[in-house]
């Protein structure tokens, strides 16, 4: 569950900040297919790529990870 929830968190600040998921996949240096299951949650996304994602999107690695107690953040 929780990865579904980061997946649901990458794809959700993805578009907030206006990347498509080519132009998010260009600035990461991974194909289309990659991004899409990490935002499927089908793939899982490793420390150096949840810290790539973090970086472009101009948030921090905590606001990508889902909350372990399941309760939305404030």
Excluded: C, N, W
Excluded at 9 to 38: H, M, P
Excluded at 64 to 70: A, C, E, F, I
Aim: net charge positive; glycine share 10%.
């Amino acid at each position: 569950m929780e990865q579904y929830q980061l997946a649901q968190r990458v794809r959700a600040f993805r578009k907030l900040k206006g990347y498509t998921q080519d132009e998010l996949a260009k600035q990461l240096g991974v194909s289309i297919a990659v991004l899409g299951s990490i935002e499927r949650g089908t793939r899982k996304a490793d420390g150096k790529m949840l810290h790539k994602i973090s970086g472009v999107l101009g948030i921090s690695v905590d606001e990508l990870m889902p909350d372990p107690s399941g309760t939305e953040r404030k």
